[in-house]
């Protein structure tokens, strides 16, 4: 099992599309949408951190699709927003660089204690349950 790839996967991912949405001002349309996506991703790492078998693991299935469908959902409110300038993608970086960052990290974190702690394949199964594919996805990252 490939823990690592998809772990750092998901990363390149979140990263690449939290910084699609710029930030322009105070409260604006791009920080909710960087908030509830840094949200969104702790809200996925709770489910996982809840998960202690495979038994827990099936049940997760039905809240895991959920979370899935809202990713997808603020994904395309982050693409409605358009790319950032440079001037919007440096402030983005400086706001919500660490959070985006501690996020996805304690994501990586439970998906490799899933590999160790489930089975080798729950990390690929909870991808599937959320309907979300990091390599289909890469095209979104920003250079």
Same mark, same amino acid.
Do not use: H, W
């Given at each position: 099992?490939?823990?690592?790839?998809?772990?750092?996967?998901?990363?390149?991912?979140? %990263? +690449?599309?939290?910084? %699609?949405?710029?930030? +322009?001002?105070?409260? @604006?349309?791009?920080? @909710?949408?960087?908030?509830?996506? &840094? @949200?969104? &991703?702790? #809200?996925?790492? $709770?489910? %996982?951190?809840? &998960?202690?078998?495979? !038994? $827990?693991?099936?049940? /997760?299935? =039905?809240?895991?699709?959920?979370? =899935? /469908?809202?990713?997808?959902?603020?994904?395309?409110?982050?693409?409605?927003? +358009?790319?950032? !300038? +440079?001037? #919007?993608?440096?402030?983005?970086?400086? #706001?919500?660089?660490?959070?985006?960052?501690? /996020?996805? $990290?304690?994501?990586?974190?439970?998906?490799?204690?899933?590999?160790?702690?489930? @089975?080798?394949? /729950?990390?690929?199964?909870?991808?599937?349950?959320?309907?979300?594919?990091?390599?289909?996805?890469? =095209?979104?990252?920003?250079?």
């Amino acid at each position: 099992m490939k823990v690592k790839t998809i772990g750092v996967g998901v990363m390149s991912v979140a %990263l +690449g599309i939290f910084l %699609l949405m710029g930030i +322009g001002g105070c409260k @604006s349309e791009r920080e @909710s949408a960087a908030s509830n996506f &840094i @949200s969104l &991703i702790d #809200e996925i790492a $709770d489910r %996982l951190s809840q &998960i202690k078998s495979n !038994t $827990d693991l099936v049940d /997760a299935k =039905g809240d895991l699709e959920k979370l =899935g /469908a809202r990713m997808k959902d603020q994904m395309k409110v982050m693409e409605k927003l +358009g790319t950032p !300038t +440079g001037d #919007e993608k440096k402030a983005l970086e400086a #706001e919500y660089k660490s959070k985006m960052e501690k /996020a996805t $990290d304690r994501l990586q974190d439970e998906l490799k204690r899933l590999a160790k702690d489930v @089975s080798d394949s /729950a990390p690929m199964e909870v991808m599937a349950m959320l309907n979300i594919n990091p390599m289909e996805m890469r =095209g979104m990252d920003m250079e």
